[in-house]
């Protein structure tokens, strides 16, 4: 009996204040999550994910596509959000009703009443890609938080501080958990270690991490 009730404790939603404005909503999207993986499959039929290379020239080991009026871009010349895919030259997916649902109300769970997205970056992540720490600062407004959700393979979150050097401290983000940072911690430097190699049920041998924001007012 012990087992069988610890299991199910395990699998109720539980929430964990990372940081003053900083929430990890475990299991928060997990009841969504399948429905949200085939959105994913239909947006990159339409805009197939690809390695954004970076203002230094380097490939990026994460392959991106976005949804939404805006979609975050990085090439030669730099970081920006832009409403047309540079690949095809046409508007971004339209944001998944089901996508918008769950971004406002993950934040208002973390204390954002007001969050509206209006860009959704997606991320796949192959094992042994990784994102190196670094602060989201390419919206208009940083008033508003980030909703972040992981879907597929589990991987380490780094959260630190302010300053890239602080420490961080780890999270293991499973299939259905949500983040939601903002606030005092709007700014905090994030990344995550490279991918385990493994095999997901729903997902495959990836991750998928979805990144609400409001990037332009
Ligand atoms: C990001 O910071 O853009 C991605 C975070 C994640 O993959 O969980
Ligand atoms: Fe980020």
Redesign the pocket.
């Known amino acids: 009996m012990q087992d069988l009730f610890s299991r199910l404790d395990a699998e109720k939603p539980s929430r964990e204040e990372m940081a003053a404005g900083a929430w990890l909503l475990n299991r928060y999207a997990l009841e969504d999550a399948n429905n949200l993986l085939q959105e994913i499959e239909g947006i990159s039929d339409a805009a197939p994910f690809r390695h954004m290379v970076t203002p230094g020239g380097f490939s990026m080991s994460v392959a991106m596509t976005n949804c939404g009026t805006f979609g975050w871009v990085a090439d030669r010349r730099g970081y920006r959000y832009e409403k047309n895919d540079p690949v095809s030259g046409k508007m971004w997916p339209v944001m998944p009703d089901r996508f918008m649902t769950l971004a406002v109300s993950a934040a208002k769970q973390a204390g954002f009443p007001d969050f509206v997205p209006n860009a959704c970056?997606i991320?796949r992540?192959e094992p042994g890609a990784k994102?190196s720490l670094?602060q989201?600062k390419d919206e208009k407004d940083f008033t508003n938080p980030i909703v972040?959700v992981?879907l597929g393979l589990p991987?380490t979150?780094q959260f630190g501080g302010l300053d890239r050097k602080d420490a961080v401290r780890k999270y293991l983000?499973n299939h259905g958990d949500v983040v939601v940072w903002g606030g005092p911690s709007r700014l905090f430097y994030?990344?995550?270690l490279p991918l385990k190699e493994g095999v997901h049920e729903s997902a495959g041998r990836a991750r998928f991490?979805l990144?609400f924001r409001r990037a332009v007012l």
Do not use: P
């Open positions: 970056l991320n992540y994102m670094h989201d972040s992981s991987a979150f983000l994030h990344g995550i991490n990144t």
